[in-house]
């Protein structure tokens, strides 16, 4: 029997170079892929959940900007509001407005005036400022008195609630707040016409209630803005030139090291802290008035001066050397080389460091309830030492409210601070491209 052999394997093939280089150049470019494609997916997955905040906060908060109200004709009686017809501010300001109200709303829904039940369900439709706001047009037109104007008189909060659709009318009677009698009053004044959802001015005029249709951010506004002025004034100019003499005039050491050290540091502690020493210095040493803007402005201006000094340092250290040797050569002094060529041109970044720290400084609450900011103000102050509050503490304190109205005012008040941090930074852009120089 014959054997065949079998062929022997020769050595097998090296890849040749250019093979070995096209594989190597395919790997390169498929983890260029990999890492634009975890990159895409980083970046949605964020987008994603910045959607969902968004439209979470848009969706909760959006009615807070509408309130509804009762469009009433109001007899001013003057046997209720001046018997005597003296016209004395006192005797107008302690008359019984509430009632006009409710027989003005008892009228246009066609009760029996003498009726007691619809009376008191009438009445519990009313917000409790509505007696305010026919006081206040009396106060402003005296000589009304005695006739029948036409009147928006604020809706109750709960009858702002079935108004919105925010009211389970499922719920059994014994259980809601909102009786039967009630949801059948408001289905017909709505019905009517009586009954309607308007533009809500008074979340921006009003103050601290503890009645969320008549709860503003008006005094928080207020405070906010008195709060960034002395922040402005303060953290900007110290914290430019101090970037300035830092970057630019102070020699390398041991003391200027020391010096960055601590500004890096402090840039990194704790808002709380600064709170805890703005209690301590302005408050308890210096004496001045707790719950003012004026201490929450110190206090945030400590908190931004880290960070307007690092961005300042950063943006003058990001000019060319060759524009103050330039200037230098030209026979310009150190400070003229610095305030008229290196300062300007670094402008747009001191601009944006600036901006981030006023609006880091804006959203924060820790250092000023430490400092009392959450007194119930419902008075807009005029002066940065009256008492205020500001905005993210106005939504702390609503947000741990018990009424459900609160809830969108809270939403609302959010809206109105992300809006007012998205046009600060807008106006940052703007100033940044409108500045900048490119060499």
Avoid: C
């Avoid at 524009?323 to 747009?348: C, D, N, Y």
């Avoid at 901006?355 to 940065?384: D, S, W």
């Amino acid at each position: 029997m014959a054997v065949t052999a079998l062929p022997t394997m020769g050595p097998r093939a090296k890849p040749s170079t250019s093979e070995i280089v096209k594989s190597g150049i395919r790997r390169r470019y498929a983890a260029e892929r990999r890492f634009r494609l975890y990159g895409i997916l980083a970046v949605l997955f964020g987008l994603t959940f910045l959607v969902i905040l968004f439209a979470n906060i848009i969706a909760r908060g959006y009615t807070s900007f509408l309130q509804s109200s009762f469009r009433l004709e109001v007899f001013l009686d003057p046997a209720v509001i001046d018997p005597s017809g003296a016209r004395e501010e006192n005797t107008l300001l302690m008359a019984d407005y509430g009632s006009l109200a409710a027989e003005a709303l008892m009228k246009a829904l066609k009760l029996d005036p003498k009726s007691r039940p619809d009376e008191r369900a009438v009445t519990g439709l009313l917000s409790q400022n509505a007696d305010t706001e026919i006081r206040n047009y009396v106060l402003r037109n005296p000589s009304e008195i005695g006739k029948s104007v036409s009147l928006w008189v604020l809706a109750h909060a709960n009858a702002d609630s079935v108004m919105k659709n925010a009211f389970d009318r499922t719920v059994p009677e014994a259980r809601r707040k909102v009786s039967d009698r009630q949801l059948a009053l408001l289905d017909r004044a709505k019905a009517e016409g009586i009954l309607q959802l308007r533009f809500n001015t008074g979340l921006f005029t009003y103050g601290a209630s503890s009645q969320p249709e008549t709860a503003g951010v008006g005094v928080a506004l207020v405070g906010s803005f008195f709060m960034m002025m002395t922040v402005l004034l303060l953290a900007v100019p110290l914290g430019v030139m101090a970037a300035v003499y830092l970057q630019e005039f102070a020699g390398r050491n041991r003391l200027t090291d020391l010096i960055e050290v601590n500004i890096n540091n402090l840039a990194a502690v704790p808002s709380i802290v600064f709170g805890i020493l703005g209690l301590a210095i302005f408050i308890n040493l210096f004496g001045l008035p707790r719950s003012a803007s004026l201490v929450g402005g110190l206090v945030l201006a400590l908190m931004t001066l880290p960070t307007v000094i690092i961005a300042t340092r950063a943006a003058i250290g990001a000019v060319p050397p060759s524009i103050r040797e330039a200037a230098l050569g030209v026979g310009a002094s150190k400070m003229q080389a610095v305030t008229h060529h290196v300062l300007p041109l670094a402008f747009p970044g001191i601009l944006t460091g600036t901006i981030i720290g006023v609006a880091k400084a804006l959203g924060e609450t820790a250092p000023l309830l430490m400092i009392g900011m959450v007194a119930f103000v419902v008075e807009i102050p005029t002066t940065p030492l009256e008492p205020a509050t500001a905005l993210p503490v106005q939504i702390y304190m609503w947000a741990t409210a018990a009424e459900r109205g609160f809830v969108e005012r809270t939403s609302g008040a959010t809206i109105v601070l992300l809006v007012f941090l998205a046009v600060m930074n807008l106006i940052a852009v703007i100033l940044r491209r409108r500045f900048e120089r490119r060499w």
